[in-house]
């Protein structure tokens, strides 16, 4: 890597200055980053983040059915000398260093942590895009919310997508009290093992989900769903309809001229940088590693948001970022308030036998939730403290350096 002209951790400005990192994104990955880049006190930080506070994206189930509040104010989970906008990034300009604001404004930058997340991704299923709801962020959470609120006691919701998200999100509104249908498509909780499986749809049972594992919704109207099972097409009742059918990253990386992956994630070598300027630094789930599968999920972004700030402080430092190195631990899906399944796996997220259910771990699921963003928290007030499980035995061969 040629690293002519960069400032050195020693306390050396660029040109007079302090070296200046933008993060852009404020979720487990951005916020992990932002204070980990404290290790060095010498850089200056900006946070670009589309709303005013953390979200924990992994309790917006219970934000749409009012068991839980997903919003963490930054001034509680941030170092107190991080500057944070309230603005959206439009474009990137990679070859003058400045990033583009939706308000007009500009920020140059002498490294960057792309860390913007996922948004929902629209599933080719007529009428989806008009009539469905999305449970990917804070503002589909919401309107979600408004429409559960303003519900018939015995109207239905219909939950599209059986991985783990729409899992919890069926469960969540069912234990309120309202009828929910849980449409698989390709089955219910397939990431996990057997055993899991089995004692996640008891559970679902239990608060009477109707689960339709191997149907397919092929439309969706105002108020119904159409679903083919078997090839007979059902049309059914669903006053609410919830899309939990995947993710994408939003376009920011494609419009900036950065290659990207086939649902728009910044393609990065093994150390995080961008393909293509390795100023650029991917973290979260909007970054597709080369060499790597990580599951879009916490328990990768944080270690991956510390990852790329350690990229960043060895850049500025002159040298040589290390490889990813992370594993997993768990799978675990809320069932309500009261139950949960705990699926164990090996590093590379495969399952183990070994899974826990019931209030046990539903305890589990709370103390992890909470983890999470004390985690983060740690960070702010010593940082680089947070460590994270490395990952399976992988030969990752050391790519080339990116130009710049």
């Known amino acids: 890597m040629d690293t002519t002209g960069i400032t050195r951790i020693d306390g050396e400005k660029v040109d007079g200055r302090r070296p200046r990192v933008v993060v852009l994104g404020a979720g487990y990955a951005g916020a992990m980053a932002a204070n980990r880049l404290r290790r060095n006190p010498a850089v200056d930080v900006t946070v670009v983040n589309p709303q005013?506070?953390?979200?924990?994206?992994?309790r917006l189930h219970q934000f749409v059915s009012g068991t839980g509040d997903p919003q963490v104010g930054f001034d509680d989970v941030l170092a107190d000398d991080t500057r944070v906008l309230v603005d959206i990034a439009t474009r990137i300009d990679t070859g003058g260093r400045r990033?583009?604001?939706?308000?007009?404004?500009?920020?140059?930058?002498d490294y960057l942590v792309y860390a913007i997340g996922t948004r929902h991704r629209t599933p080719e299923i007529h009428g989806a895009a008009e009539?469905?709801?999305?449970?990917?962020?804070?503002?589909?959470?919401?309107?979600?919310?408004?429409?559960v609120e303003g519900l018939g006691e015995h109207e239905t919701v219909t939950v599209i997508g059986g991985g783990l998200t729409g899992i919890e999100v069926a469960a969540e509104i069912a234990e309120t009290g309202h009828g929910v249908r849980l449409v698989g498509g390709r089955g219910i909780a397939t990431s996990v093992g057997a055993r899991a499986r089995r004692a996640t749809e008891r559970q679902l049972s239990r608060l009477g989900v109707d689960v339709v594992d191997q149907g397919r919704v092929v439309e969706v109207?105002?108020?119904?769903?159409?679903v083919d099972i078997d090839g007979e097409h059902t049309v059914l009742p669903s006053a609410a309809t919830i899309l939990a059918t995947g993710f994408e990253a939003p376009e920011l990386a494609?419009?900036?001229?950065?290659?990207?992956?086939?649902i728009g994630r910044l393609r990065a070598d093994a150390t995080l940088s961008s393909l293509d300027d390795d100023r650029v630094v991917?973290?979260?789930?909007?970054?597709?590693?080369?060499?790597i599968t990580l599951r879009m999920s916490c328990q990768a972004a944080e270690p991956l948001g510390a990852q790329a700030a350690d990229a960043v402080l060895a850049k500025i430092a002159g040298e040589l970022p290390n490889i990813v190195d992370q594993g997993f631990v768990a799978q675990c899906a809320s069932i309500g308030r009261r139950a949960a399944t705990l699926q164990f796996t090996r590093r590379d997220d495969s399952p183990t036998r070994a899974v826990v259910t019931g209030?046990?771990?539903?305890?589990?699921?709370?103390?992890?939730?909470r983890e999470t963003v004390e985690n983060i928290r740690r960070e702010a007030a010593r940082p680089g403290k947070f460590s994270w499980f490395s990952g399976p035995k992988t030969t990752i061969i050391e790519p080339e350096p990116a130009g710049r």
């Open 52 to 58: 005013p506070f953390f979200v924990q994206r992994i």
């Open 359 to 369: 209030r046990l771990a539903a305890w589990t699921k709370e103390l992890v939730c």
């Open 282 to 291: 991917g973290a979260g789930d909007a970054v597709a590693v080369e060499g």
């Open 131 to 147: 009539h469905a709801l999305f449970i990917a962020d804070w503002v589909g959470a919401q309107r979600i919310r408004e429409r």
């Open 221 to 226: 109207g105002e108020r119904t769903v159409t």
């Open 254 to 262: 494609a419009v900036s001229g950065l290659a990207t992956d086939e």
């Open 99 to 109: 990033v583009h604001l939706a308000s007009g404004a500009h920020l140059d930058y």
